[in-house]
């Protein structure tokens, strides 16, 4: 059964950082490509960005509200994918969902809260 | 404001159908596949359809995906209480600021 737990999120300052995980278990996790996925409260889905596998050169992608500011990354041992999320901003509150998938988005983790308030 | 365009909302009676649209542009819709989520209440969105029409296992045919130029529609056949959820298209953007893009999203409610 494929399973995605999201960690590491809660209540953070306006310019300040936070780091979010995703354990993956279930599949193959090296071979898939992996992306964030979020959404403010009582608002729709907004994609954050992707990693490819690492056979594919592990290069990312990032949606142009976060691009510079958040960092994804993966290790591969671990079944782990991470997002580093700096200098963020009160619109950057929202549900984190991990996600599986290139442009289809297979499987959802439960998704973790990230709070930016002062 | 979304880059994909869909109604707030849709209602219809059980054992009803219901159709949603998804409203794009050439640079999305019109040249990508799309799929389409489903969101019940406090839960992470699950895949509906994928392909403009594919079901993955485990997706009732009550449930049914096309499209159409710039247009895609997610249908419901038989309504059930069970349905009620808000739904999602989305699709790749060739764009060059944009990529995975989303609709705002429908309620669907079952009266």
């Known amino acids: 059964e494929v399973q995605l737990v999201e960690s590491g999120g809660g209540l953070v300052k306006p310019g300040g950082s936070l780091r979010l995980s995703c354990a993956a278990s279930?599949?193959?996790?090296?071979?898939?490509?992996m992306n964030w996925v979020r959404q403010a409260p009582g608002k729709g889905l907004e994609w954050v960005g992707r990693?490819?596998?690492?056979?594919?050169?592990?290069?990312?992608d990032y949606a142009a509200p976060v691009k510079g500011r958040f960092t994804i990354s993966r290790d591969d041992l671990k079944n782990t994918l991470y997002l580093q999320m700096n200098s963020l901003k009160t619109e950057d509150t929202a549900l984190y969902y991990c996600?599986?998938?290139?442009?289809?988005?297979?499987?959802w983790g439960q998704g973790i809260l990230v709070t930016v308030s002062s | 404001q979304s880059v994909l365009t869909q109604p707030p909302s849709v209602s219809a009676a059980p054992g009803q159908k219901v159709t949603i649209s998804c409203s794009g542009s050439s640079s999305n819709i019109g040249n990508n596949y799309v799929s389409w989520y489903q969101q019940l209440p406090g839960t992470a969105p699950k895949l509906l359809i994928y392909?403009?029409?594919k079901r993955p296992s485990g997706i009732p045919d009550r449930f049914s995906g096309s499209k159409s130029g710039t247009s895609a529609t997610l249908g419901i056949t038989g309504l059930q209480t069970g349905d009620e959820a808000d739904y999602y298209c989305?699709?790749?953007?060739?764009?060059?600021?944009?990529?995975?893009?989303f609709g705002g999203g429908t309620k669907l409610t079952v009266l």
């Open positions: 989305g699709t790749w953007d060739n764009s060059l600021s944009a990529h995975v893009v």
């Open positions: 279930g599949f193959i996790f090296n071979d898939a490509w």
């Open positions: 392909d403009n029409n």
């Open positions: 990693i490819k596998r690492t056979s594919d050169g592990g290069t990312t």
């Open positions: 996600t599986t998938g290139f442009t289809i988005f297979d499987y």
